[in-house]
């Protein structure tokens, strides 16, 4: 009970404005002042700038620059994995779609349709199949990768709350990860279509990737769909193909028989850019 009335005061605070605020200060060219937010940030959370790609705090002009900043070369090994993880997280839940229902916390779950923005047919699509979905901590670095070869087809902005999305508020907020404004990413993969989601959450300034650039904001009522049918957009294994300006949680679906999660995964446990995350269970 205690863990629950924690994540109470979720509901009643405004939510929309700290993170239009807080996207307000992570822009703010400040020098000495910005300088200060990100020291103080790297002591709070331990991050390792040893990796970074220039470990100097003085090298970046916004507090954004330096939550989004690249890795030294050599940093993220790409494993000869047909799937290799996406991101440095912790995994939060993965295993089958339930007919069409993925699993979030004891007691808790949500349909893909929900999740893809109310689009049936997409949703369809991974009836059966299986999901992963992993969380990124203040610590980790916010850049995400393609996790397999894919061509990208659709992206939709989808509106909605901006509740965090840490372990405590998955476990007490009902369909947390459909609830929250997110970016869906459609690919067609030699594997069969893929669909990576990312999830928005409070303080999270912005979300944005390599072919749009900032999705988020403008902030809509309404969901916004992009095709890219007409053109070929195709990006390799391992590759960058968005980041969080602040952080976030993404939720990978893959079709029925497509991927066997690696025996080593389990929730709760850390994961690194670049590692094994599934081998190919079948074909499609």
Not at 4 to 28: C, E, I
Not at 62 to 74: I, K, S
Not at 93 to 119: C, M, N, W
Request: aromatic share 10%; hydrophobic share 45%; charged share 20%.
């Amino acid at each position: 009970m205690p863990n629950r009335l924690a994540v109470t005061p979720q509901y009643l605070l405004p939510k929309r404005l700290l993170t239009v605020f807080a996207g307000h200060v992570a822009n703010m060219r400040g020098g000495a002042v910005t300088h200060a937010i990100i020291r103080k940030f790297i002591a709070t959370y331990r991050v390792n700038m040893e990796e970074a790609a220039d470990p100097r705090i003085e090298s970046y002009a916004t507090f954004n620059d330096f939550f989004t900043r690249a890795l030294q070369p050599g940093a993220r090994p790409i494993a000869d994995a047909p799937f290799v993880c996406p991101v440095d997280a912790a995994i939060s839940q993965f295993g089958p779609i339930e007919h069409d229902q993925i699993f979030q916390a004891k007691g808790h779950s949500y349909s893909t349709r929900a999740l893809v923005g109310g689009d049936q047919a997409l949703a369809h699509q991974f009836d059966h199949g299986h999901f992963a979905t992993l969380y990124l901590a203040p610590k980790d670095y916010h850049r995400i990768h393609m996790p397999c070869e894919g061509r990208l087809r659709r992206m939709i902005y989808v509106p909605g709350d901006l509740f965090s999305v840490n372990p405590l508020t998955a476990r007490h907020v009902p369909s947390l990860f459909a609830r929250n404004e997110r970016v869906v990413c459609v690919f067609d993969t030699p594997h069969g279509p893929f669909v990576n989601v990312l999830v928005g959450a409070t303080i999270v300034g912005s979300i944005a990737t390599v072919w749009h650039g900032v999705v988020n904001p403008p902030r809509t009522r309404d969901v916004r769909e992009w095709r890219y049918d007409d053109q070929d957009i195709v990006l390799a294994k391992g590759v960058e193909m968005g980041r969080f300006l602040l952080g976030s949680t993404v939720v990978m679906l893959f079709p029925k028989n497509i991927v066997t999660f690696m025996a080593n995964w389990a929730p709760t446990r850390p994961v690194r850019l670049g590692e094994p995350m599934a081998t190919v269970a079948g074909p499609y």
